[in-house]
DNA sequence: CTGTTAGCGCATTCAT
DNA sequence: ATGAATGCGCTAACAG
């Protein structure tokens, strides 16, 4: 264009107050620009970093994040996004909050989804959301405190990162038992993220006949350290615990709580480039910084009894 | 119509699949059915619950729920509200995660906005969402338990919540000061919500004079549990403390705290359903449900040397 | 009560 | 390099 047309034009826009209207772009290109995260109905945990760094991504890219709340199982939240792709009101989606066992069922129209923590062909990803490696590096750590028997208070199962950490619990303890004399699982207790799941693994067992637990987060492993109170041992002097998320109120704790520090904001923004990269038809970047950290703090320690 | 039309009609509907559109609805009618939450860059502490029970309600209203992150001071946010409002993106703005003191600049061509935790006009609305009163049950009943001197870390004082609570504080001390001997306050610590800021307030006072703490929040009163601790100071026997928040780490920890229960999802509701009537031109219906309830649990009891 | 019609503001194609 | 013309799918207003 002449410079003269594009100085023309411009004073027109500044006359007129002139802004593209999204809602005639959206009709004529059949392209909405909206993404959205579905959250199940019965969201509590879920950090709002996650969702924020999401939605921060979402519009670096051009689209608006939309959130919507669905209630009832996951079949029903699929359901409704396969409406949302369908209708066109989205043009992708993002579920948050848990990650059903059984995938997604297709009918997905032109859409493309991603499943938060779980990413589904050829299973990339899932080394940067629910990389479950610092439980392996937990369990080494507490061996060589001279620990031998170890129980992990797990996360409900149809949650891909509860699934993982038990995987790797179990893994690491076999490999480790090859090794290290009587080293040994002294169990999985599946819990739901409670404390009084954790409280609960740890009151109604019948003997304590572990020294280190494995808690599926920091809330977890709360609840595990009072029981433990309560039936007279200490934290780490007879048993030593560790948890899942870096709280905040964990590091003031007494004891403070060791545990995995997970970056929130690096997970959001994975997943909704993965989403945005799919819409685009590109390949993924592929983040190298890890989002997960093990942070040694007071509620570990040495075992009882050794020498 | 006639059965006979409707019928006909639905056939067609099922027939050929229709779904009405709607960007084609929203250039035709000018309305996006859109509501944007706006959260500020810096989101760490704002529940999930609480963004999930306004989505919820803009989604039974029949508008979609959008999030925006935006960095930077409050007057950009407030910019692009503006902006937002006057392109018709969005009907209508819900201002999260903190509110302003200097509230929000005019100019909003046609739109409606919230401030979460602050209703502007005669200031209804605050009885609900900034409610402060549970404080003054707090010093009230721990005054019954002996207690003279109250120490309160506050929040930082450009949050609405924070301000109530520490204007309450200081009401009320100011109250029972007239009837009885010797109650009085020992100062007001303005923190920032973090467990340091609790944990410096009781680190770095020279002199601990004061047998109460009221403290912002339960991450805070962590951090002040903690403090005492190391000065070799007991909970609740040398010093009691009360949160709010009711995180489910306080309930297990050693003392449990006891705290003031925030019903989050009514916040997030009654915060939407607000936005909706107004843009309605509707009045807002004001649920009497109170959203918050003191718990006394065991990080608070009789003061030291009470008869 | 039903059938027809005219734009909403843009992107795209075809003429200049 | 610019201008003019055609729908995208709907709603509202009107005609039958």
Redesign the pocket.
């Given at each position: 264009?002449?410079p003269?047309?594009?100085e023309r034009l411009r004073e027109a826009v500044d006359a007129l107050g002139?802004?593209?209207?999204f809602?005639?772009?959206t009709?004529?290109?059949?392209r909405s620009s909206v993404v959205t995260a579905i959250l199940p109905g019965s969201v509590t945990g879920f950090p709002t970093s996650t969702l924020a760094a999401a939605a921060e991504v979402a519009g670096e890219a051009g689209y608006h994040m939309e959130v919507a709340v669905v209630a009832g199982p996951s079949t029903v939240r699929a359901q409704r996004a396969a409406e949302l792709l369908a209708s066109g009101r989205s043009e992708g989606v993002l579920f948050l909050g848990d990650s059903p066992d059984g995938g997604v069922p297709a009918g997905y129209g032109s859409g493309a989804f991603v499943v938060f923590d779980q990413f589904d062909d050829k299973l990339r990803g899932v080394g940067q959301l629910a990389d479950a490696t610092p439980v392996a590096d937990a369990i080494s750590g507490l061996a060589e405190m001279g620990h031998r028997r170890f129980l992990h208070v797990a996360g409900p199962q149809d949650f891909v990162s509860a699934r993982a950490r038990r995987e790797t619990f179990l893994a690491t303890i076999a490999e480790h038992a090859a090794d290290i004399e009587g080293l040994e699982s002294a169990g999985v207790i599946v819990g739901d993220w409670s404390a009084q799941s954790g409280y609960d693994a740890v009151a109604q067992r019948q003997e304590i006949d572990f020294t280190a637990i494995i808690a599926a987060n920091d809330v977890v492993a709360t609840g595990a350290v009072r029981a433990l109170a309560e039936r007279g041992l200490r934290v780490p002097g007879d048993v030593s615990i560790v948890g899942w998320e870096d709280r905040e109120m964990g590091r003031f704790m007494s004891p403070s709580l060791s545990t995995v520090a997970v970056d929130r904001r690096a997970q959001g923004r994975a997943a909704m480039l993965r989403l945005i990269a799919l819409l685009r038809g590109e390949e993924a970047e592929q983040a190298d910084v890890p989002v997960t950290r093990l942070i040694w703090r007071e509620s570990t320690g040495r075992a009882p009894k050794f020498p």
């Amino acid at each position: 264009m002449k410079p003269a047309t594009i100085e023309r034009l411009r004073e027109a826009v500044d006359a007129l107050g002139y802004r593209p209207d999204f809602a005639a772009q959206t009709l004529r290109t059949g392209r909405s620009s909206v993404v959205t995260a579905i959250l199940p109905g019965s969201v509590t945990g879920f950090p709002t970093s996650t969702l924020a760094a999401a939605a921060e991504v979402a519009g670096e890219a051009g689209y608006h994040m939309e959130v919507a709340v669905v209630a009832g199982p996951s079949t029903v939240r699929a359901q409704r996004a396969a409406e949302l792709l369908a209708s066109g009101r989205s043009e992708g989606v993002l579920f948050l909050g848990d990650s059903p066992d059984g995938g997604v069922p297709a009918g997905y129209g032109s859409g493309a989804f991603v499943v938060f923590d779980q990413f589904d062909d050829k299973l990339r990803g899932v080394g940067q959301l629910a990389d479950a490696t610092p439980v392996a590096d937990a369990i080494s750590g507490l061996a060589e405190m001279g620990h031998r028997r170890f129980l992990h208070v797990a996360g409900p199962q149809d949650f891909v990162s509860a699934r993982a950490r038990r995987e790797t619990f179990l893994a690491t303890i076999a490999e480790h038992a090859a090794d290290i004399e009587g080293l040994e699982s002294a169990g999985v207790i599946v819990g739901d993220w409670s404390a009084q799941s954790g409280y609960d693994a740890v009151a109604q067992r019948q003997e304590i006949d572990f020294t280190a637990i494995i808690a599926a987060n920091d809330v977890v492993a709360t609840g595990a350290v009072r029981a433990l109170a309560e039936r007279g041992l200490r934290v780490p002097g007879d048993v030593s615990i560790v948890g899942w998320e870096d709280r905040e109120m964990g590091r003031f704790m007494s004891p403070s709580l060791s545990t995995v520090a997970v970056d929130r904001r690096a997970q959001g923004r994975a997943a909704m480039l993965r989403l945005i990269a799919l819409l685009r038809g590109e390949e993924a970047e592929q983040a190298d910084v890890p989002v997960t950290r093990l942070i040694w703090r007071e509620s570990t320690g040495r075992a009882p009894k050794f020498p």
